[in-house]
C-alpha cells in the first residue's frame, strides 16, 4: 500500500539524530550556524507553514519553468522587441544588471542553511530554496541573453556584478552584508524574514504587474514565476525569528530586522524607484512607488512585526518622510551621472511630470526647477552642460550619493573612529555602522579609492575602471540618444 | 596640504567632494561647491556651517576654521 503524503513527510522533513563523534557545538559552529547558540532541544519544533516534498517540488518547478519558456517560444526572438517601449527596455536592462548574479549569492546564502540550519526541517527548505535561486539566475541570463542581439548591454545581465560600477558596489555591499558573510541565523532573519518577506514583492509582484501593462510578457512570467518561489523559501524565516524570541534573543531579532529593513530601503529606493517613475512608461504605471511601497511591503511588514510583538524601527519617521523624496533627489543622481551607468536614463516629459505630481503633491514645487534647469542647460549648451563632473559623496555605509531627502533637508554626518572619518547618508547609516564598526570599517567606497589613488580620478579612465566601454556602453539620455559630443576623445574638457 | 571635504549646497539635492588647499578661505570654498552644483549663475550671499551648524567665518582659511579631512560643510544662500 502507498502511503499517504501526510504519513511520511514529517520522517522525510526530521531527519535529526544526535551525532556519537562530534558534539552538536562542533557539527553546527556558532560561528557559521549563528548566535545564541542553543541546543537542538530549542530549534526542536522549527516548522514551515506550507510544507513541500520534493516531489512536488520538482513537478511544480517544471511547470512554472515551462510557462515562462512557453511565453518565451510564442514571442519568436526576432519579436522581443516589438511593442516594447524604449524606457521599458531601460528599466529591464538595470532590473537585470542588479539582480541576475545576487540571486546567486542568494543561493549561497540558502546552501549555508542548507548545512548549517539548526533544524533538518530548516534544511530541507533552505536545499530548495538553493535550488530557487539558482533557477532566479538562470531565467534572467537566458532572457537577458535574447536581448542581446537588439542591444549589446544586456550582456550586463552577467557582467555587472563582476565589475567596479558604482552603482553595483553598493548593490553586492549590501549582498555580501546580507548573504554571503551571515550565519544562518542572521540569514534566515535578514534574508528570509526582511529581505523576501518584505522587499521582493516590491521587484517581482509590483514589475510583473507594470510588464503586463508594457506588454513585456516574458519578463512579467519571469518575475512573477520567481516570486512564488521567495514566497516558499521566505517562509524559514518566521519559525527561526520565534525561536530567538522564545529564548531571550529579543535584542538581537529587532536589531537585524531594523538594520536590514533601512538597509533594503536603500537598495530599493535606488533600483525600483527610480525605475518605477522615471522608466516604465505612463501607461505601465497602474501606482505610485510610494503606493506600492505602503501596500505592499510596509502594511505586510507591519502585520509581521504586530505577529512577533515587535517594535517599528527607530527610524521609521524618516523613512515615511523619505518615501516622498528619496527616489526623486537620486533619480537626479542617475541623470547627471548617467555616463557611469549601463543603462540610459529619463529626463521627465511634460506628461510624466503631471502623473509625478498628481502622485506626489510637493514633486513640481520641490524639482521642477532643478529639472527645468537642465533642459534650459541642453538647449543652451548641449549634453556637457548637463552632466555633473564633480565627485558625489558616497555614504560609507549604503554605498551610494549622500542624498538630501530634498533640496535643503539634509540628513549626512559622519563619525571619527581609528583616525579616519567616515561620511554617512544618514543617521541610521551611520548607527548600523557604528553597531558593526569592524565588519565595514576597512571597506573603501569608490570615493575613498579615488581620492587615496586606488582608482583613477580622470572620467575616461573611470570609465574603463567601471567595466563601462565608452561611448556605447555608458548611459545616455533616454529620448535624446547619443549626442556627437560624447564621440569628442576627451569629453571631461 | 590639499584636504578633501563633503559640501552640500542647500539648493542642491547630494552632497559633492571638494578637493582643495587649505589655504584657500570658506568664502572661497562655499563658491566653489556652488560652481559645482545646479544653480551657480543664482548668487547671493552664503552663509556656511559645519556639521555642528556653526555659522564658519567666510574670511578664515579652511584649516583655521577647523575644517579637515572627511568633515562635511553646508552652504545656504541667505
Known amino acids: ?493 | 596640504m590639499r584636504v578633501y571635504l563633503f559640501g552640500f549646497a542647500s539648493d542642491d539635492f547630494l552632497g559633492r567632494v571638494i578637493v582643495t588647499p587649505d589655504q584657500r578661505t570658506v568664502a572661497q570654498l562655499a563658491d566653489q561647491l556652488v560652481a559645482w552644483g545646479q544653480a551657480p549663475e543664482r548668487g547671493g550671499p552664503l552663509t556656511v556651517r559645519n556639521e555642528a551648524g556653526d555659522i564658519l567665518d567666510p574670511a578664515a582659511t579652511i584649516r583655521v576654521a577647523g575644517l579637515g579631512n572627511g568633515d562635511i560643510f553646508t552652504v545656504e544662500r541667505r
Not at chain 1, 534647469?373 to 558616497?394: C, H, I, K, S, V
Open chain 1, 1 to 493: 500500500m502507498v502511503l499517504r503524503r501526510d504519513d511520511w513527510l514529517d520522517l522525510a522533513r526530521k531527519v535529526d539524530w544526535t551525532p556519537r563523534y562530534v558534539d552538536e557545538r562542533e557539527l553546527f559552529p556558532e560561528e557559521i550556524s549563528g548566535r545564541p547558540w542553543l541546543t537542538h532541544d530549542a530549534w526542536r519544533n522549527w516548522n514551515e507553514a506550507y510544507r513541500t516534498t520534493y516531489r512536488e517540488y520538482v513537478a511544480n518547478q517544471r511547470d512554472k519553468d515551462a510557462a515562462v519558456l512557453g511565453v518565451r517560444a510564442a514571442l519568436t526572438k526576432p519579436r522581443l522587441f516589438d511593442d516594447l517601449d524604449p524606457g521599458w527596455v531601460q528599466l529591464v536592462k538595470f532590473h537585470n544588471g542588479a539582480v541576475a548574479l545576487a540571486e546567486y549569492a542568494g543561493a549561497v546564502a540558502e546552501l549555508r542553511m542548507a548545512r548549517f540550519g539548526r533544524d533538518s526541517a530548516w534544511r530541507t527548505m533552505a536545499s530548495l530554496g538553493a535550488l530557487d535561486e539558482i533557477r532566479h539566475t538562470q531565467i534572467p541570463l537566458l532572457i537577458g541573453h535574447d536581448l542581446l542581439a537588439h542591444d549589446g548591454n544586456f550582456d550586463w545581465t552577467h557582467k555587472a556584478f563582476h565589475t567596479n560600477q558604482w552603482l553595483i558596489l553598493a548593490a553586492r555591499h549590501l549582498f555580501d552584508d546580507m548573504f554571503l558573510a551571515a550565519d544562518a541565523i542572521d540569514l534566515a532573519i535578514q534574508l528570509n524574514f526582511v529581505f523576501e518577506t518584505g522587499f521582493t514583492n516590491l521587484q517581482f509582484m509590483a514589475m510583473a504587474a507594470m510588464a503586463d501593462r508594457a506588454h513585456h510578457h516574458v519578463f512579467e512570467k519571469t518575475v512573477a514565476s520567481i516570486q512564488t518561489d521567495e514566497a516558499r523559501h521566505a517562509q524559514i524565516g518566521h519559525p527561526v525569528l520565534r525561536t530567538l524570541l522564545e529564548n531571550g534573543s529579543r535584542e538581537r531579532a529587532q536589531y537585524l530586522i531594523d538594520k536590514m529593513w533601512w538597509r533594503c530601503w536603500r537598495l530599493f529606493l535606488a533600483l525600483s524607484g527610480t525605475a518605477m517613475e522615471y522608466l516604465a512608461p505612463l501607461s505601465a504605471r497602474n501606482r505610485s512607488f510610494k503606493e506600492f511601497m505602503t501596500e505592499w511591503v510596509t502594511e505586510q511588514f507591519m502585520k509581521n512585526l504586530a505577529e512577533f510583538d515587535l517594535e517599528k524601527p527607530w527610524f521609521w519617521d524618516l523613512f515615511i518622510e523619505e518615501l516622498d523624496y528619496a527616489h526623486h533627489s537620486l533619480q537626479l543622481g542617475l541623470y547627471t551621472y548617467r555616463t557611469t551607468l549601463w543603462f540610459d536614463v529619463a529626463m521627465p516629459d511634460r506628461a510624466e511630470r503631471a502623473w509625478l505630481n498628481e502622485k506626489y503633491p510637493q514633486w513640481e514645487e520641490t524639482y521642477g526647477a532643478l529639472w527645468d534647469q537642465l533642459e534650459l542647460r541642453w538647449e543652451a549648451d548641449g549634453e556637457a552642460n548637463t552632466l555633473a563632473y564633480g565627485l558625489p559623496a558616497l555614504c560609507n555605509l549604503c554605498q551610494l550619493p549622500a542624498l538630501f531627502i530634498r533640496p535643503g533637508r539634509n540628513t549626512a554626518c559622519t563619525i571619527e573612529m581609528g583616525g579616519r572619518r567616515y561620511l554617512f547618508c544618514s543617521e541610521p547609516c551611520r548607527w548600523i555602522f557604528e553597531q558593526e564598526s569592524s565588519r565595514f570599517a576597512d571597506h573603501n567606497s569608490v570615493v575613498d579609492r579615488i581620492v587615496a589613488g586606488e582608482a583613477p580620478g580622470k572620467l575616461t579612465e573611470l570609465h574603463r575602471w567601471m567595466g563601462l566601454q565608452a561611448p556605447v556602453e555608458t548611459g545616455k539620455d533616454l529620448r535624446r540618444g547619443l549626442d556627437p559630443w560624447r564621440l569628442d576623445p576627451v569629453p571631461t574638457a
